[in-house]
């Protein structure tokens, strides 16, 4: 009986040993799977790929449209239901609002420029099909595109850096995210190369920020009207026009407040940053404008005063002098401040997609006539 129990005990201790061994080498197998195997690159969100081409607009030969099978966005019928905080978020399909908040939530440590933007796994079922990773790649480039309209703010990200990665796990769990491209150190803009430099330059943007609110207070501009028309003489008094394409940062606010150079993109992001900082309802609109028969992708504003929404382009308002003229020159126009849908939409039109995709945007209508002091 004793030599049983010792036999029964003997064959129970190998079984615990031997389950042991399975499970530690099961362990070290998933591990090996989820953490060691090489990345797959699933998307490579460039703008050589023409995915997105935001705000380099003016490069009419880089405007490459892909249609992608998603499925569109419902027209939004009433103003009231547009969240103009998030104008383009709002009218985002679900995939690409938790890209986008995955995004927002990380944007502490966007700001070192080589933290991975880690994303949700539940986005894993848009890569599981083949022939979804179509639909995929219009999911992120709408994400990608939405969060730069309505944060201008964050100027010293350069998504076409940003390549998206997978991996899957023996257990189908997904592990996804965002990080820079093998061709470059990180996801800034060119100029900005440390989390130091992505401080100092919002430090300058602040400072300047904070001189025109300054300015604006002081002079008691009281009226949104008196603010909209302030900040549209001081771009365009304090911006050149960057004929040569030649500046990296002409699409962005960095170009505008401390470079005084930029595109019809720097602009129209600059007005809605400072009419974000103080309060008053705008929007970045991209289209296609005309001008002396001449029809080009263009970037502009529309502003809420009110309780009207109006049109304005500081970029066209903001002539190009030529000839024999002091720097400093300044000649301030109207033509396109606060105009109402009967002027603006003649040769203004928006956009009806995200670049890049086929979702429907929808915009806030114009007031018929032009705003009255």
Known sequence: MKKDTKAIGIVLFISIIVLIFIIIFFLIYIYWDYNIKEEIEFIDISKKQGQIEVFNIEEDDKQEVI???????KQIQTEEKISIDKFYYNQLDSYSKLIYESIEEQKESI??????????????KILEVEEEQQNARGIFTNAMNAFEYDNPDMFYIDMSKLVLFYQKDVLGNYKIYLKCNDETQNYFIDGITTKQDVDNATAKVNLTVQQIKNIIQNKNFNSEYQKVLYVHDWIINNTKYDET???????NIYGVFEEKQATCGGYAKTFKYLMDELNINSIIVQGKATDNNKTEHHAWNYVKLNE??????????????????????????????????????????????????????????????????
């Open 111 to 124: 700001r070192t420029g080589t933290q991975k933007i880690d994303l949700p796994s539940s986005l894993g």
């Open 67 to 73: 249609e992608v099978a998603i499925e569109p966005i």
């Open 308 to 373: 009207k929404w109006y049109g304005i382009d500081c970029t066209w308002d903001d002539p190009i002098i030529e000839g024999n003229v002091p720097e400093t020159t300044q000649i301030l126009q109207y033509t396109y401040f606060l105009k109402g849908q009967n002027v603006f939409n003649e040769n203004h039109i928006p956009m009806k997609n995200l670049l890049g995709t086929n979702t429907i945007l929808s915009y806030p209508e114009l007031n018929i006539e032009d705003y009255v002091v």
């Open 245 to 251: 394409l030649d500046m990296s940062n002409r699409s």
